[in-house]
């Protein structure tokens, strides 16, 4: 299968932990990253492979994995991590990729 | 700094053609691949197709297999994104970015700050 499926929505209080989820059977067998998008602002990557973070990112972000799921979490939510977020993974028939639908986060 | 730099946003009528750019500087383009990623309006991120400039190699998604081209100069550094019949539906912005890999994962970073394109009669 291709697809990958996030929940639309989910919000978190300012300072708590949150988690997006993730799901789809080529997480089975590859880990997703995950991308930040800010309104009117191009994707950023956040977290790639088992869990790791590009230069810059701040430590909160984190990521796991087990059997079909792929997670984010947060750990002690920014107002500044308002945005939308995107997982995307390696699909198993080939050399491409695909997005999940997209989990808008708000921080209250 | 490795930097990816679209070309700016296009006007088109249906039925026109139209090729996008996205340039690549501070790293050797022809190591890595690179992907194009569609959003339109109000929409989530959908990945289309990539490319290796090293050897021209390219692989679509089956959503937009035929629909577009995907192409690359290694000379000048440049991706490209083309159509031959444009479409009201097309109307979107168009993300490219460098892919890095491994065996069991991929990732797209940096990113092109995105290419708007419109399409209306």
């Known amino acids: 299968s291709s697809e990958l499926t996030q929940d639309p929505a989910v919000s978190v209080a300012l300072g708590q932990t949150v988690r997006i989820t993730c799901q789809g059977d080529s997480l089975r067998s590859y880990y997703a990253s995950w991308y930040q998008q800010k309104p009117g602002q191009a994707p950023v990557l956040v977290i790639y492979?088992?869990?790791n973070r590009p230069s810059g990112i701040p430590d909160r972000f984190s990521g796991s994995s087990s059997g079909n799921t792929a997670s984010l979490t947060i750990t002690g939510a920014q107002a500044e991590d308002e945005a939308d977020y995107y997982c995307n993974s390696r699909d198993s028939s080939g050399n491409i990729s695909v997005f999940g639908g997209g989990t808008k986060l708000t921080v209250l | 700094e490795v930097q990816l730099v679209q070309s700016g946003a296009e006007v088109k009528k249906p039925g026109e053609s139209l090729k996008i750019s996205c340039k690549g500087s501070?790293?050797?383009?022809?190591?890595?691949?690179i992907g194009w990623v569609r959003q339109m309006p109000g929409k989530g991120l959908e990945w289309m197709g990539i490319?290796?400039?090293?050897?021209?190699?390219?692989r679509y998604s089956p959503s937009f297999q035929g629909q577009v081209t995907i192409s690359a100069d290694k000379s000048i550094s440049t991706a490209y994104l083309q159509w031959s019949s444009l479409k009201a539906s097309d109307t979107a912005m168009y993300y490219c970015?460098?892919?890095?890999?491994?065996?069991?994962?991929?990732?797209?970073?940096?990113w092109g700050q995105g290419t708007l394109v419109t399409v209306s009669s």
């Open positions: 490319i290796y400039p090293g050897d021209s190699d390219t």
């Open positions: 970015a460098r892919r890095a890999y491994s065996s069991s994962w991929y990732s797209f970073d940096p």
């Open positions: 492979g088992k869990n």
């Open positions: 501070g790293y050797s383009f022809t190591s890595y691949w």
